[in-house]
């Protein structure tokens, strides 16, 4: 599996936006980019995916490099609930064995600041 | 509502005891992963179904086992053989949609082995 690269932990400030890195330099053309989020003391839930162009929900938004060798999530306006473990994985559409396992690595840890 | 029970929440148990963690889904989905969590790291994945009465090993499946004979259903069973078992463990099912698998996740269980 192609191997993502967060940093560790991130702060923001309550209302204003945060950009969450996530450098995946050795991603295959048909590798999605996914983000999970995990609250404390619950199971990780979906937040956005993507492949080549940049896609927004009603959570978050997600812009993929042109090279797609790096992503960035973008909380357009952090509040005291996102504070969260952010994970960035990639996951090869190829299908096969990996199906749809997903492959978690540490995460971001962000801290937003009433 | 739909999703994913895993009970109990809180699970403690003596060394050398096998325990059975339940995790149910009223999702209709196909496939059901188990992943394992310690402090500060990211989840890893131990066992994963596609299928009712077919399961294949995660990267730590060692000293775990589990049975798949209904869809809504996937026990994991924690071995004496598992040398570290102390542990958050969560439960997930996933559904295909159009290009992707989006993974949903129950609410976890905590054991302690000691």
């Known amino acids: 599996d192609a191997k993502t690269t967060q940093p560790n932990s991130m702060e923001s400030n309550e209302e204003e936006p945060v950009h969450l890195p996530c450098n995946h330099s050795?991603?295959?053309?048909?590798?999605?980019i996914h983000w999970y989020r995990q609250l404390p003391s619950q199971g990780p839930e979906y937040v956005i995916h993507?492949?080549?162009s940049n896609v927004n929900n009603r959570m978050a938004s997600l812009a993929i490099a042109e090279d797609r060798k790096s992503s960035t999530l973008i909380l357009h306006r952090a509040t005291l609930r996102d504070a969260a473990v952010y994970y960035c994985?990639?996951?090869?559409?190829?299908?096969?064995?990996?199906?749809?396992?997903?492959?978690f690595g540490q995460g971001t840890i962000l801290t937003v600041h009433p | 509502d739909g999703g994913i029970t895993q009970s109990p929440k809180y699970l403690f148990r003596k060394e050398g005891q096998n325990v059975t963690l339940s995790c149910e889904q009223n999702?209709?989905?196909?496939?059901m992963y188990w992943y394992r969590q310690d402090p500060g790291q990211g989840l890893r994945l131990i066992y994963y179904?596609?299928?009712?009465?077919?399961?294949q090993k995660g990267d730590i499946a060692e000293g775990y086992s589990v049975s798949r004979e209904k869809k809504e259903s996937f026990p994991l069973t924690v071995t004496s053989a598992q040398k570290n078992p102390t542990a958050f463990y969560l439960c997930?099912?996933?559904?295909?949609?159009?290009?992707?698998?989006?993974?949903?996740f129950g609410p976890g269980t905590r054991l302690t082995v000691t």
């Open positions: 050795t991603i295959s053309g048909t590798d999605y």
């Open positions: 994985i990639l996951r090869d559409a190829a299908g096969g064995t990996s199906y749809g396992k997903l492959t």
């Open positions: 179904s596609q299928i009712v009465n077919d399961f």
């Open positions: 999702l209709n989905h196909d496939a």
């Open positions: 997930a099912s996933s559904i295909e949609l159009s290009d992707y698998y989006e993974q949903y």
């Open positions: 993507g492949l080549t």
